[in-house]
């Protein structure tokens, strides 16, 4: 198995444009985590599917954001009319479906809005 | 809600000596807890993890932590620390909800 993998691992953009990450679970696992870190800050959560079906999402999720699973499988995470305050490094982990939920992160998608 | 605090913001040690990285939870009961390293760029690389049993567990590149109850606490050790050591760690609690609430991290400078 090759782990996590994002999509891309970095994008500059420039503020007003959309943006949108891939995230490739660990293929047995069914639970998938997005997080946000910001400079000098801990993973801090946005969302997470077990499956197709989107479970929880943070407040920290504006409507400008939208995640989906649509076959339980990849994710995206889209950003829509970006805004300088969404840079970020981007992260994504998988787990299997039953708890103790050992998450397993990817490399990470570093966003930088122009 | 529940809460990490990781009161170290940057910790030096010299090669070879000793480590301890704090870790304050605040949680009503017991979570699972995690630490996690980072290094430049990276994503996180769980180190060890505690879920019941016994309080002291031992993770990978010789990394311990002990999970002391009464003070809501997950200290990460080492005895002996490596240069290639040097990175940000990260202590994570979860609460039986899937997703982890992580501290602020504490980056180690170790010196030659």
């Known amino acids: 198995d090759t782990g996590v993998s994002q999509d891309p691992r970095h994008k500059i953009t420039k503020r007003g444009q959309n943006v949108t990450f891939r995230c490739d679970p660990i293929?047995?696992?069914?639970?998938l985590y997005w997080y946000r870190q910001t400079l000098g800050q801990g993973p801090e959560f946005l969302t997470y599917f077990q499956n197709e079906a989107q479970l929880e999402k943070s407040r920290l999720l504006s409507d400008r954001f939208s995640a989906e699973r649509p076959k339980g499988s990849f994710s995206t995470l889209e950003i829509q009319r970006t805004e300088q305050g969404d840079s970020a490094m981007y992260l994504c982990?998988?787990?299997?479906?039953?708890?103790?939920?050992?998450?397993?992160f990817g490399p990470g998608t570093r966003l930088t809005v122009t | 809600a529940q809460s990490v605090t990781q009161p170290d913001i940057h910790i030096t040690v010299s090669e070879g000596a000793s480590l301890e990285l704090r870790c304050n939870y605040s949680y009503g009961a017991t979570p699972y807890l995690f630490w996690y390293v980072q290094s430049p760029g990276q994503g996180l690389q769980l180190l060890l993890k505690?879920?019941?049993?016994?309080?002291l567990v031992q993770g990978i590149k010789g990394f311990e932590a002990e999970f002391k109850r009464s003070q809501s606490s997950f200290n990460l050790r080492k005895p002996s620390v490596h240069w290639s050591d040097a990175a940000e760690y990260f202590c994570?609690?979860?609460?039986?909800?899937?997703?982890?609430?992580f501290g602020d991290g504490t980056t180690l400078t170790v010196k030659p």
């Open positions: 982990a998988s787990s299997g479906g039953q708890p103790p939920y050992e998450q397993y």
């Open positions: 994570a609690v979860d609460t039986n909800a899937g997703k982890s609430t």
């Open positions: 293929s047995e696992h069914n639970r």
């Open positions: 505690y879920f019941s049993g016994d309080t």
